[in-house]
């Protein structure tokens, strides 16, 4: 049998954006799950109480809009004043669509950018100057297998806001490693959350024929990796954008 760990994150706090469910939700439940106490955000307030109702304990939940700057803020600030401290950022939530380059419209650009890049400067920024006093923290974002390789399903803005990602992790582990902070990404590709609503059945399988494991990812596959990024155990990897793909891509 595999070990579990149990206590990665005993006395740690954690932010997880778009936790209401997905990967967000799945990674919130097992930062509790190996004792951490969690702050998750999201702009679905239905199913972010289910899964506060999930999760329990020490858990609280904040309706947060990533693209205005004031309620990340506003959020940041209420978790020191909940907790004390912010040990933990999960940038986790984002937008996906799919659609060809003339049908990506300037409405769908400006919203792909502002969530999926605007939203991760806005938080990794409101937390910096909490884990620089504590001279600790990790921040682990989101990209994608577009970011790296580019993709021609969905809308182009998608691609180029997950290679902002990138970029923007880089950035952020140079900067923030001489205060004890390390930064990090992962770089996921089929993976079976709602954003991939419109994939069928068919589509599902002839994707899987070509990943090498012979499989889709899921949430527990995404929570896994972010966990290790976001514990002690990776206090010597910072800037890395690791892939998890199944091997479908490799660089």
């Known amino acids: 049998m595999t070990a579990r760990f149990t206590e990665r994150f005993v006395g740690k ?44 304990g020490e858990c609280l939940a904040l309706i947060c809009d990533v693209t205005d700057r004031k309620q990340i ?28 380059i003339e049908g990506t419209t300037d409405e769908l650009i400006d919203r792909t950018l502002n969530i999926n890049v605007k939203g991760v400067l806005y938080a990794i920024r409101a937390v910096t100057p909490i884990m620089k006093k504590q001279k600790y923290g990790k921040i682990v974002n989101v990209s994608s ?22 970029s923007l992790t880089r950035s952020t582990a140079r900067a923030l490693g001489p205060f004890g902070i390390t930064a990090n990404a992962i770089a996921p590709h089929a993976v079976m ?3 991939m609503h419109y994939w069928d059945g068919e589509k599902k399988r002839s994707v899987a024929e070509k990943i090498p494991v012979r499989r889709l990812g899921t949430v527990q596959d995404m929570s896994s990796l972010m966990l290790f990024l976001a514990s002690d155990e990776a206090s010597y990897i910072t800037g890395e954008t690791v892939n998890i793909n199944g091997g479908y891509y490799m660089d």
């Open 13 to 56: 706090v954690a932010i997880v954006t778009g936790a209401a469910q997905g990967m967000g939700k799945q990674v919130a439940l097992d930062l509790t799950s190996e004792g951490a106490r969690v702050v998750i955000c999201d702009i679905l307030p239905d199913l972010l109480e289910e899964t506060r109702k999930e999760i329990g």
């Open 73 to 100: 803020d506003d959020m940041v600030q209420k978790t020191v004043d909940a907790f004390g401290r912010i040990d933990i950022l999960i940038n986790n939530a984002g937008l996906l669509t799919p659609g060809t």
């Open 145 to 166: 297998i577009t970011g790296k390789a580019g993709d021609n399903k969905t809308t182009f803005a998608y691609g180029a806001s997950k290679g902002a990602v990138i």
């Open 193 to 195: 959350t709602s954003l």
